[in-house]
């Protein structure tokens, strides 16, 4: 645990190796990559954050994406750390495109950056089922049935991947949630900050996500690039069939190859 200006930041950790530092999305906890951190610590150390106004970590002082990713970076640079690459999910991601050049990381520098399901992009978005407000529910059945119709809404593409764990975490996590991620989530800029990232970047999205058209990314991961650094690394983008915008867990083995196999490559390039 870190403390910023006040804000507590709670950090898990798992296995050993090169550090790999995870971020949840938007109504969210670290439970978001309940299916990817026992297979990824296998190979590496992973730190996976409760992020400021989440789960159990604090409230960050600055309402705003600019005060959110200061303190969560003036809280990794805390950590005994030189070197990391950084998996964001959703809002999660949005804010490790910001954190991967932000100058509060002091010492820490960022070699790779993997965004799945990412906010901030800016394209067209696809749902087509209305959420239920969960703070209405007056009994566990019916917050339990609110849970699973918002997960099949936005989150899980097939209904029957919907199980227990599920709607537990989803739960959990929004009843935690103090930061209101919406607004940033739409208003883009993903491409921009990303473009002044150096490394090499994987975009992973499910091809039901709601969140975005696939008929977009093209243009996305273009923009990414352009007034990129001379010498930037390429954009990767990989599609998983039928997944939906959680495609981590509904998509796990799917997922935890690809993040394996571009991970690696760091590994081999640090031997």
């Known amino acids: 645990m870190t403390s910023v200006d006040g804000c507590e930041v709670v950090w898990r950790s798992f296995g050993t190796g090169p550090t790999t530092v995870m ?10 990559w309940a ?26 002082p600055c309402p705003d994406l600019p005060g959110f990713v200061d303190v969560l970076a003036r809280s990794l640079a805390q950590l005994p750390l030189d070197c990391v690459d950084l998996v964001g999910f959703s809002f999660g991601a949005l804010v490790a495109a910001h954190l991967a050049t932000h100058a509060g990381l002091v010492q820490v520098s960022v070699d790779r950056l993997a965004l799945i399901g990412p906010a901030g992009h800016g394209g067209p978005r696809r749902m087509t089922q209305a959420l239920v407000d969960w703070r209405r529910c007056e009994s566990p059945s019916a917050l339990a049935n609110a849970m699973r119709h918002n997960l099949a809404a936005f989150m899980i593409a097939d209904p029957a991947g919907i199980d227990d764990a599920a709607v537990a975490i989803h739960t959990e996590a929004c009843r935690a949630t103090r930061f209101r991620s919406k607004g940033i989530s739409r208003a883009g800029g993903l491409q921009d900050v990303l473009a002044r990232f150096a490394g090499p ?12 058209s696939p008929e977009s990314l093209a243009e996305v991961a273009r923009n990414a690039r352009a007034g990129a650094p001379a010498g930037a690394q390429p954009v990767s983008v990989q599609l998983v069939p039928h997944a939906g915008h959680w495609v981590q867990y509904e998509a796990h083995q799917q997922v935890n190859t690809m993040l394996n196999a ?10």
């Open 23 to 32: 971020l949840h999305g938007g109504h969210g906890n670290w439970q978001h």
């Open 35 to 60: 299916r990817n951190i026992e297979p990824l610590s296998r190979t590496r150390r992973l730190l996976v954050p409760d992020m400021p106004g989440f789960g159990e970590a604090g409230l960050a």
């Open 201 to 212: 970047i994987l975009m992973i999205w499910g091809e039901k996500d709601v969140t975005m």
């Open 262 to 271: 571009w991970l690696r490559q760091r590994a081999q390039t640090m031997t």
